[in-house]
């Protein structure tokens, strides 16, 4: 099979490195990719992925039979819907059910439609109608930004002050754009979050290896939110018993209320989960593999990813019959960043050590780099996931760090508590 990726980021370095294991895949294409992903792609600059008509006119030139779309934007842009009207198979939510994560009011909507267990909240469209309503609550209080912001439009707020200036800077200053127009504003839920992904053709929903994300930017869960300094899978908090429960609460409910309401969905679901006394409830949905979360699910992986990601996408039921296993260990991923991240942070800096890394035997999935006279520099905010793959969490996380120890850029910035709260349960 020829296989287009979409995208170009840790998240769609690690698909094409998966989807490159795969018998079936003859040819992979990546656009634009980046210098990590050329390994196991050929990497198209020169077309937006955010224009559907060029990267289907691409994809049927290059007799494409499967397309993969990690981002977000093409998918709520519609692309899959271009893809299929082409006769192209794409793995992705349609349009009308990337919209689950589009807007943050429908997803919140469906969910109290539905019974779906989540945060209380209010949706608001006026700036001093919002903060009355943080006044009257109090705080902790947490503020959305209604539409995408990259993994950073959501501010939790630990004083009615601090909310009350996230309701400015969303709402009146536009800091994420029109995707401040609406906030959505949550009660602050008490527990300890996780991540469950699963497959979905509409109708079956394998769950993915259960995983914890480090959104913070400094140890100690500090600092402002990112969009993930790291990753590790499985999350114990996350017992089996846990996982049952959040598929049989969460994820199948809202398989079926997507069917119900004429927006089936097909592709990769993100249930960001908080554990709570009362049990799991939904934080957010995605309509895509997270980031940096997929770089600690997939190397777990056992199964072959084309097969899994063609039957979601026929969505013809062939999928309940796949026998999709997974590794009993586990895997972490450190994210290497650019000083200053996630705020202003310089671009251009040489990067060493990338190949003593994997001699090591850690993955380097590239998330912010570029090539530049044969070497490779920093080209974002997000440069590197370092991963490793270790019977435990602990012999991972030492892996892991082995890795980001003999990688060097100027201004390199990593937490160095990944995986804290899985050790922490250890000792």
Request: some cysteine; aromatic content about 6%; hydrophobic content about 45%.
């Amino acid at each position: 099979m020829n296989i287009l990726v979409i995208g170009g980021g840790g998240r769609e370095h690690t698909l094409a490195w998966k989807l490159a294991q795969s018998p079936s895949a003859t040819k992979l294409y990546a656009i634009p990719g980046n210098p990590g992903m050329a390994a196991v792609a050929e990497c198209v600059s020169g077309i937006s992925i955010e224009d559907n008509e060029a990267v289907v006119a691409f994809a049927e030139e290059h007799a494409i039979d499967l397309a993969v779309i990690g981002p977000e934007v093409p998918l709520t842009n519609g692309i899959v819907d271009a893809f299929e009207a082409a006769g192209i198979l794409a793995f992705g939510p349609r349009k009308a059910a990337a919209e689950l994560e589009g807007s943050k009011a429908f997803s919140k909507g469906l969910m109290k439609k539905y019974g779906i267990p989540t945060a209380k909240y209010e949706v608001f469209t006026d700036a001093e109608a919002a903060k009355d309503y943080v006044r009257q609550e109090g705080a902790p209080i947490v503020i959305k930004a209604d539409g995408l912001a990259a993994g950073k439009g959501v501010i939790v707020a630990e004083t009615c002050d601090e909310a009350l200036a996230a309701v400015a800077d969303i709402m009146e200053d536009q800091e994420f754009g029109a995707a401040g127009n609406r906030v959505v504003i949550e009660e602050f839920m008490e527990g300890e979050e996780a991540s469950l992904l699963c497959f979905t053709d509409g109708e079956t929903i394998v769950p993915m290896i259960s995983s914890q994300d480090h959104k913070r930017a400094y140890d100690g869960d500090k600092g402002p939110n990112t969009g993930g300094m790291g990753t590790y899978a499985p999350a114990p908090v996350m017992t089996p018993a846990m996982i049952e429960a959040t598929k049989e609460k969460i994820l199948k409910p809202v398989i079926a209320a997507m069917k119900q309401e004429g927006r089936t969905y097909q592709g990769c679901l993100y249930a960001g989960l908080m554990i709570t006394k009362d049990g799991p409830k939904v934080v957010e949905f995605n309509a895509r593999f997270g980031d940096p979360e997929t770089q600690v699910v997939l190397p777990l992986l056992k199964s072959d990813l084309v097969d899994i990601m063609v039957a979601c996408a026929k969505g013809d039921g062939s999928l309940k019959d796949l026998d999709i296993a997974w590794s009993d260990g586990a895997a972490v991923c450190v994210v290497l960043a650019s000083g200053g991240y996630p705020k202003s942070y310089r671009k251009g800096y040489e990067i060493t050590g990338l190949d003593e890394a994997e001699k090591l035997g850690c993955h380097v999935f590239h998330a912010g780099t570029a090539e530049r006279d044969g070497s490779v520099v920093t080209a974002g905010g997000r440069v590197l996931g370092v991963v490793a793959e270790a019977a435990d969490v602990r012999a991972a996380v030492d892996k892991a760090y082995q890795g980001v120890n003999v990688i060097d850029f100027k201004d390199k910035m990593f937490r160095h508590d990944i995986a804290h709260r899985a050790l922490e349960r250890q000792s």
